[in-house]
């Protein structure tokens, strides 16, 4: 991926693993802000405001790259749309 270094890389990969430990084998389609919020909160409950903040960031790269590249129709963490 142009522009990201290979450690962002390793840990948006860790990050993008521990969301599909979540969820399973699911359309990425079907997930909503609501489904994306539980997860959060539920896998979040442990960790650090600094550590949550930054699985959220990855959470939103990837919606918003699916979304870009038409893999979804809609992103479900865009702020803007809603």
């Known amino acids: 991926m ?7 890389l390793k840990t948006y990969c860790f ?3 521990l969301l599909l430990q979540f969820f399973g084998d699911i359309n990425m389609s079907e997930l909503t802000t609501e ?3 539980e997860y959060l909160i539920q896998a979040g409950d442990h960790l650090k405001p ?6 959220v960031r990855c ?7 699916t979304h870009e590249e038409g893999y979804i129709p809609m992103n479900p ?6």
């Open 2 to 8: 142009e522009g990201y270094s290979p450690l962002t």
């Open 15 to 17: 990050q993008y693993n």
């Open 35 to 37: 489904k994306l919020k």
């Open 50 to 55: 600094s550590s949550l903040g930054h699985r």
């Open 59 to 65: 959470i939103k790269s990837l919606f918003k790259w």
């Open 77 to 82: 963490v865009d702020e803007s749309c809603c």
